[in-house]
């Protein structure tokens, strides 16, 4: 976050300019090269500000918050983005392995596998970025697979997957507006590419082999953990796998190229950057014409001879497969007297109990009664925030949670019926007399409450209402 000030009478291409030198100026906006664009959006409409715009007529006040984006040249060789269908992701594999690589050295081919079930291994993808792409190294292309979503979907899937500090950082990044692939989505990809299904969440690399992918020749590294330590493993054997046995590196691609062929393939990449800035979604159609017949030509042998480095690329690490395999082996608890995992439990923690806040109890109906009050709040608002009745709910639950006239088994009892019609009314199609049923409940047990009956009550009749039928 930095405060910006500039004059009402400025643009917002001025406005733009302003908040880039001040992100260089503090270090925020460091990348070496050019940004291809600039912009700003309005970080409560997500709305990009259009550049013609006048200050003035944004109807901005003192403190409001902006976001500055940047685009920059691809670098990384991780690539987080949405793919609409498993065709879309096919076309762009086998296109990205039919162009020269720009360092001219191999390739490494690969994908990373998971489902919305491996929410673990979506939120690493999305915390650990830079230290993936660093481990990785600059010979493996991994492809990170997510599907683009609805909002209201995706915020309700990240919100139960998150820890909510986690969620909000992550929000404000735009890193949440895809999630994984459900099971069928995601096995569908893996038939087309040949994987088994029973190996995800899994790393897959593949042959060059500019066929089919499903039958090309592929390795495998299943994913068993999620943790630093276990990718350090993965991808450090990789990395010395793919280290010429002499030590000494091989001349690359473009090092083996000829002066002609040099300038050749210059005059493509400055084709290639500004087709891409024209569409961005070129890769979706048929190639386009390159602008010179013996330029293709050209490209064509180099693509072919970069693909054989990439072969052999991949030859290496198969040969190191079963040995880096060996070397992976999932964390183990610190405790593991203390392994024990409940599933849709409901947890009551007894007055006077000794407790401490590094406990995890996982399930959809668990609730946290002695828990600090705001701590409940806070936790259940970042789960159901977004539903029609949330506020409604948010209130009951507080005067649930307050009570006096409660005993701890009401209370457990009656803020697990809370959370259970936050969660039923949530769903895309609510189970209304399930919904029903609960409300009911929650008006039996209330009822006799005194100091909260009153404002309860009349706010279970307002819930009922919705869900009248």
């Keep these: 976050m930095i405060e910006v000030s500039v004059p009402e009478?400025?643009?917002v291409d001025q406005f733009t300019q302003t908040c880039l030198a001040e992100a260089r100026?503090?270090?925020?906006?460091?990348?070496?090269t050019d940004p291809l664009d600039v912009w700003l959006v309005d970080a409560?409409?997500?709305k990009r500000l259009e550049a013609g715009q006048r200050v003035t007529d944004l109807d901005l006040a003192e403190g409001d918050v902006l976001v500055l984006c940047i685009e920059h040249p691809p670098q990384a060789l991780y690539s987080l983005a949405p793919i609409p269908d498993s065709a879309a992701l096919i076309r762009r594999l086998q296109l990205a392995e039919g162009v020269l690589p720009p360092d001219g050295g191999p390739r490494l081919w690969g994908v990373l596998l998971y489902t919305d079930a491996d929410a673990e291994l979506a939120a690493y993808v999305r915390t650990h970025f830079e230290d993936l792409n660093a481990l990785s190294g600059p010979a493996t292309r991994v492809f990170v697979i997510e599907r683009p979503a609805?909002?209201?979907t995706a915020k309700r899937y990240w919100r139960k997957n998150l820890e909510p500090e986690l969620y909000r950082v992550l929000s404000t990044m735009r890193w949440?507006?895809?999630q994984p692939y459900?099971?069928?989505?995601?096995?569908?990809i893996a038939d087309l590419m040949g994987v088994d299904r029973d190996l995800l969440p899994c790393l897959v690399f593949f042959h060059p082999s500019g066929g089919p992918l499903a039958e090309a020749e592929k390795v495998v590294f299943c994913i068993e953990d999620v943790s630093v330590g276990y990718f350090r493993s993965l991808f450090g054997g990789i990395s010395a796998a793919l280290r010429p046995a002499d030590g000494a590196p091989s001349p690359s691609l473009r090092e083996q190229m000829s002066a002609e062929e040099r300038a050749a393939h210059s005059r493509f990449e400055a084709w290639f950057a500004e087709l891409q800035r024209r569409d961005p979604e070129w890769w979706r159609g048929p190639l386009p014409t390159m602008p010179e017949p013996s330029l293709e030509e050209t490209l064509h042998t180099l693509a072919a001879r970069g693909r054989g480095a990439d072969a052999e690329a991949f030859a290496r690490v198969r040969s190191a497969a079963q040995a880096i395999r060996s070397r992976l082996s999932p964390a183990q608890p610190t405790r593991p007297d203390h392994t024990h995992t409940f599933h849709n439990c409901r947890v009551v923690v007894t007055s006077g109990a000794a407790v401490s806040e590094n406990f995890y109890f996982q399930g959809e109906n668990?609730?946290?009664i002695n828990r600090p009050q705001d701590t409940v709040i806070r936790d259940f608002q970042n789960t159901y925030g977004a539903g029609a009745d949330a506020e409604d709910l948010t209130r009951l639950l507080e005067l649930v949670l307050s009570s006096r006239d409660l005993t701890d088994s009401e209370r457990n009892e009656a803020a697990g019926a809370v959370h259970d019609v936050a969660r039923l009314s949530a769903e895309p199609e609510p189970d209304a007399p399930a919904v029903r049923t609960r409300l009911q409940r929650l008006r039996e047990l209330l009822s006799s409450s005194a100091d909260i009956a009153q404002p309860a009550l009349a706010i279970i009749a307002s819930v009922t209402a919705l869900f009248a039928g």
């Excluded at 100026?25 to 070496?32: D, I, N």
């Design 9 to 11: 009478t400025s643009t």
């Design 25 to 32: 100026s503090a270090q925020l906006a460091c990348w070496p």
């Design 44 to 46: 409560v409409t997500g």
């Design 150 to 152: 609805d909002w209201r």
């Design 176 to 178: 949440l507006t895809w």
């Design 182 to 188: 459900d099971r069928q989505g995601a096995y569908e």
């Design 366 to 368: 668990t609730t946290f």
